[in-house]
């Protein structure tokens, strides 16, 4: 099972969505998905810089640049990450549309239980950590979770709807 000790003995991989002229979602004040999940990917790093026991923790790109799903893969299978976190926001035709999800390789691996599972225990802290409703755990066949499927696990947040006033 995916533990404690793989997590803090681990590079940790995360794949900050989009980026340079790939936006992403535009929310409905005009801001862009590609600003948001860096945001919060620095803030992540900021945080494990001050934590007491601080995770071996690198990014895709640390600022406003496109690099491509498969260098973003690559990466992770360079790196030899234990874990492969992916973010991205949420946009919808329906501006009640709200939540997170999580999503799942649609193949199996080695490493698809413990991906699942992690997929449920970060929906599960997101929900009662931050007040976000679950949208669930889903499964998938996104080209960065389908390439790291076979090195470890990987998945890929749905971190609210750019859509949605409330989340955006």
Not at 58 to 67: H, N
Not at 124 to 132: C, T, V
């Amino acid at each position: 099972m995916f533990g404690q000790e793989t997590v803090t003995h681990k590079r940790i991989l995360i794949d900050v969505g989009h980026g340079g002229k790939d936006s992403g979602a535009i929310g409905i004040n005009g801001i862009e998905e590609k600003d948001i999940v860096l945001d919060i990917a620095l803030g992540i790093l900021s945080l494990n810089e001050k934590s007491g026991t601080p995770r071996d923790i690198y990014l895709t790109r640390y600022s406003d640049t496109l690099i491509s799903l498969s260098d973003r893969t690559k990466l992770a299978k360079a790196l030899k990450a234990g874990l492969f976190i992916s973010l991205h926001c949420n946009h919808s035709d329906n501006p009640n549309a709200r939540g997170v999800e999580i999503y799942v390789a649609n193949s199996t691996s080695q490493y698809s239980k413990d991906a699942t599972w992690l997929a449920f225990q970060l929906q599960a802290a997101l929900n009662k950590e931050l007040g976000f409703e679950s949208r669930g755990v889903k499964f998938f066949d996104f080209q960065v979770l389908r390439e790291t499927v076979d090195y470890c696990p990987s998945v890929l947040l749905e971190l609210g709807f750019l859509s949605n006033l409330d989340e955006s």
